[in-house]
């Protein structure tokens, strides 16, 4: 018998690997399956060359639990390992500067075992006792026994009584779980584990035997096969030209059984400058961003590693589901390394590259079919183009529009159909576009009825990229068709000026003011302009970068305070209808005798309010006389009377005239904001007006 330490520079590794991979300990079941995979594969390897002559005999990778025992056990008919290189691989753990090593790790537990080749002795992390019964495949080799109990003291001895199968070679892996981890003698849980790590494992991975019910028993009861857990070679292994639509279809069911059929797919296959395979799915999205992240599964020659795959794939393309199989990315990936690593940088560049063919060549191949999955794919193209720098040079050549009657336009064609109408006074082409077909219709229809296009952006991305086209498209801006009355939207001349008086304008505004309800987080500016007889009464809008900037305080946390900020409306009072001039009318004959000594009074006190500044303009403050200050502050008080009272008599006035009740409601149902009781007063108004 052989008794020794392990070969490393300190005292304390195993209290390490305990400290800094508990949170990771489940892996230790991927490293060991892994190792024995890896000892098959080189045993068939040797065979391919001629370097082994014996049989190689059943090579499938058995993990077996023995409850009672407390044990895990993992065995393999591989190449096996000599005394001597159980001390080479097993024993000597080959690292120095122990401090540096802990204090750079400390966070990072994946790259403590990917850096320092301690996949084998992850299994400490669970175990309180860890045994290798092992024999080589070479000639006259014998079975030895290695065992360590967590310290660094190990005893190494011959194993007469291990026979490793019919093959007399291989390797037996025995964890005696340790007290705080006996959730890994849990049948389920260790099922769970390989399937989530070992499910495409090149080599079989066998764990207990496949069940059947039995009714002599009533129950499921085990069967004399295997129960293999894995699919040696899955789709992405295989050469594209030889599987057909459902071969996809059935494997994309195989990853994801209860998902909607995917819209297509693409298969990698590269193998310069980096080897990289895998099948990319399009899955149909249509609106929730964050429950469709993380569905792509990443790879390491058919070992699972992460389905966290920023890094690897731009962040645009973490929307899609699949697998991306690649020997170049470390097994123990590490979110920092995937941010550096310039190779990975490459294979997230040829991604892009391949999903932007593929986008492009569907396109042009068949246009039809594309745009009817248009409403599908344009969640993954905007979200590309809000956060890839480039993408946007790759996707206008297949990004499109739609308009309100469902025709589907290019950038190019778009632009070339409403480059001769939609452009304003000042030369800027304005693309005008809805949300809500039927909410913002009459909106529509004001702007079709004038000859212009209307595009239809009712997707969760297509706000938030507006302003990415509008710094791409050259004079160009984006309005909705509810942002301004038809003729603001566009204007192709200066604004008609109102034949109305300051007086007649300011008693209107005070009219419609003084009515309008307290809607939450709603604040309304009432404006009175000319729009022309046509036109509707009153209209409601909303300023368009306001509301941009609110859209978009949903998507980027550093534009919060948007989100906080009341909507701001504009009622515009169109001085050119004849119930807005009728209600202007009914002010003159029932308040002008009253109105008359207020406005006579106020002119009278801001002419001497105007007298009395322009005396003190020019002097210091200090030089202004109490009897000065005392002066204005009384004059401004008498004005501030005048207007109170002024204020008071049109809004009496307001309060009992239904025109002015019924515009403002209309209003307000058109844009959806007429609800509850005063939507019932509305109806009750207008049925006694009728």
Known sequence: MQKGNIGVTTENIFPV????LYSDHEIFLREMVSNAVD?????????AQGEFKGELGDLTVHVSLDTDKGTITISDRGIGMTEEEIDKYINQIAFSGVNDFLEKYKDQANNIIGHFGLGFYSSFMVSKKVE??????????????????????????????????????GTDIILYIDDDCKEFLD???IEGLLQKY???LPIPVAFGKKQQWSSDEKKMVDTAEDNIINNVEPLWTKAPSTLKDEDYKSFYRTLYPMQDEPLFWIHLNVDYPFNLTGILYFPRIKSNIEITRNKIQLYCNQVFVTDQVEGIVPEFLTLLHGVIDSPDIPLNVSRSYLQSDREVKKISTYITKKVSDRLKAIFTEDRKAYEEKWDDLKLFINYGILTEQDFYDRAKEFSLFRDVDGKHFTFDEYKTLIEASQKDKDGTLIYLYATDKDEQYSYIKAAQDKGYSVLMMDGQLDVPCLQTLEQKFEKSRFTRVDADTIDH????????????????????????????PQLDKTEFIVEVNALGEQQRPVVITQNEWM???KEMSRYQSG?????????????VLNSDHRLVKQVLSDIESQLSEQLKPIDAELKGQEARLAALNQMTEKKKPEEITQEQKDDKEATQKAIDEQKDKRKSLLSGFAAQNKVVHQLIDLALLQNGMLKGAALDAFLSRSVEMI
């Open 132 to 169: 290798i019964l092992t024999k080589s495949y070479r000639e006259g080799a014998k079975a030895v026994k290695w065992s360590c109990d967590g310290s660094p003291a190990y005893e190494i001895d011959d194993a007469p009584d291990f026979k490793p199968g019919e093959t007399e070679r």
């Open 489 to 516: 939207l566009i204007q192709k001349e200066d604004a008609p000026k109102s034949n109305l008086s300051d007086e007649e304008r300011d008693n209107l505004s005070v009219v419609f003011q003084s009515q309008l």
């Open 17 to 20: 690997i305990k400290k800094f």
């Open 547 to 549: 509301r941009r900037m």
């Open 187 to 189: 049948k389920g849980k």
């Open 559 to 571: 534009m919060s305070f948007y989100g906080q900020m009341p909507d701001s409306m504009n009622m």
């Open 39 to 47: 000892a098959t594969q080189k045993m068939k390897t040797l065979a």
């Open 198 to 200: 070992c499910k495409f």
